[in-house]
């Protein structure tokens, strides 16, 4: 992979650690301060080959404010956001 990617995946991975219990952001918000506007699809990429628990990658949304995609199972996502009260 080369160094650019690896510096955009790190930078979403960043933004997303730092995402608080109970607020999410939409992929286009974590794209723009990783560093990227408008690359919000990379980074749902990114963050379906993200399996380190400790990146709350549930709490990134859809603009729509939909859940979007999970690579643990959709309705896995939309039952951690209800638990934590952002949905």
Do not use: W
Not at 9 to 27: E, F, M, P, Q, S
Request: glycine share 12%.
């Amino acid at each position: 992979m080369s160094d650019k990617k690896n510096n955009f995946r790190d930078a979403v991975l960043t933004v997303v650690r730092n995402i608080k219990r109970g607020k999410v952001l939409t992929y286009g918000e974590v794209a723009r301060i990783a560093g990227r506007p408008g690359a919000g699809r990379a980074v749902g990429n990114v963050l379906s080959r993200n399996f380190n628990q400790d990146i709350p990658c549930h709490r990134v949304v859809r603009s729509d404010g939909s859940s979007g995609g999970y690579n643990r199972g959709a309705a896995n996502k939309v039952r951690l956001l209800k638990k934590e009260g952002a949905l």
